[in-house]
């Protein structure tokens, strides 16, 4: 085991900043252990461990979380129904407390004293991987070296940044970096920065990446239907294929899949970040996109109105808990006990059209519904008797005659 006041575990993608960043914290006298989620983005994640290794890192440690961030992070996710400010599907928010467990659990291992991030000081991030870490080791300290004055002050941008990787002999890019950043995992993919910091600037021509043009979309839709129990997906079947996807991770890809080739789950948004400035965010969310349609509808066939309001209220807290950072929260749990209550009766199929750019619902059927045929029908009169509803509406009618016969007295 390493010496518990000289090791830091690194969260690290192998890009530039946190190249530069693995090679200061040894200059500052750490033992690095550089830690790569694994989160279902496209890397080669062999190289970015040569690399590391190239630059001094004592221990690489590259982890497959894929499963662990559908099953732990997503699919209560998709049970609450979260959504940031209307349009917003946590896609990288989602992602932070689970990279922030691995990290903890490799800092626990190596007896490490410190974790590192290169999150911007502007940014969610930062408080994501700050709080996480705090809450599942307090005594754990915790090295930025982008509110650091020593590192910021001594490299402003990416000039001087790209002079120091040249003095350290750190790897650059080949091919020229895009005029904006990009965070990717099995979600989504965001892009943020660069040109799109101007919100009239619009997204340009090839920048999407996990979908097509709705406008290029195919002719044909595509049918599917996901099932459901207590709220989370169970399975997938998609019409003119036999076989039924049931393992949580060839879901998402299968929704993923569908919904990218239909041109489902593109949004440009302007976001408040916990900090307290404003954003300009570009995401693609195919999967996410068509389980979450697929799931309100379900709640409508299952949940009491009352309690449905009750967890629409909680789901819009929810989303800004785990916005903020705020997942290992007291808050989070509690809200998160109250939804997965809630979700008990949550079981059955939706079918679903998608379909240039959008998700259609077809049908929908449930072992266990609300939805009482007889009793609705405009043909059978059921255990309902219309002439009750006269006193219901002289009732509820009372208070907007006061109202209306104040209004004209004070005329």
């Known amino acids: 085991m390493t010496d518990k006041g000289k090791t830091v575990v690194l969260a690290y993608s192998g890009g530039l900043d946190t190249s530069c960043i693995l090679v200061w914290l040894r200059e500052q006298g750490f033992d690095v252990v550089a830690y790569l989620a694994d989160l279902g983005q496209e890397e080669d994640f062999e190289k970015a461990k040569r690399k590391a290794t190239k630059l001094g890192a004592k221990e690489v440690v590259v982890e497959d979380q894929q499963r662990e961030l559908v099953e732990d992070f997503v699919w209560p996710a998709v049970r609450a129904d979260l959504v940031y400010e209307d349009r917003y599907l946590l896609g990288t928010a989602l992602a932070r407390p689970c990279i922030v ?243 008990k009766m949550v079981t059955g199929s939706v079918t679903l059209k998608v379909y240039k750019g959008g998700v259609y619902v077809l049908g929908r059927e449930a072992p266990v519904s609300l939805y009482n045929k007889e009793l609705v029908s405009m043909d059978v009169q059921g255990d309902y008797q219309p002439p009750d509803a006269r006193g219901f509406i002289r009732i509820n009618a009372v208070r907007l005659r006061e109202h209306h016969r104040v209004k004209n007295a004070s005329n």
């Open 101 to 343: 467990r691995g990290l903890v659990r490799v800092a626990e291992r190596v007896g490490a004293g410190y974790v590192s991030h290169g999150a911007t000081g502007k940014g969610n991030d930062q408080i994501r991987f700050e709080l996480g870490c705090y809450a599942l080791c307090p005594d754990i300290e915790i090295i930025s070296p982008w509110k650091d004055p020593e590192f910021y002050e001594k490299y402003p941008g990416r000039i001087e940044l790209f002079e120091y990787a040249r003095k350290h002999e750190i790897p650059l890019p080949i091919t020229p970096k895009a005029p904006w950043s990009m965070d990717a995992n099995i979600l989504h993919i965001s892009y943020e920065s660069g040109i799109l910091e101007n919100p009239a600037t619009h997204p340009p021509e090839g920048i999407f990446q996990l979908t097509t043009d709705p406008e290029k979309a195919p002719d044909t839709p595509q049918i599917l239907t996901i099932t459901f129990c207590a709220g989370v997906p169970t399975r997938v079947s998609v019409a003119g294929d036999a076989k039924q996807v049931t393992d949580p991770l060839e879901i998402l890809r299968t929704c993923n899949r569908i919904g990218g080739q239909h041109g489902v789950g593109r949004i440009d948004i302007v976001e408040n970040r916990f900090i307290g400035l404003k954003c300009r965010g570009v995401y693609e969310s195919p999967g996410l996109t068509v389980l979450r349609a697929a799931h309100l509808d379900l709640e409508a066939l299952c949940l009491d109105r009352e309690v449905r309001k009750i967890k629409a209220h909680l789901s819009h807290r929810m989303a800004e808990q785990v916005y903020n950072g705020l997942w290992y929260s007291p808050e989070f749990e509690f809200t998160d006990r109250c939804i997965a209550d809630s979700q």
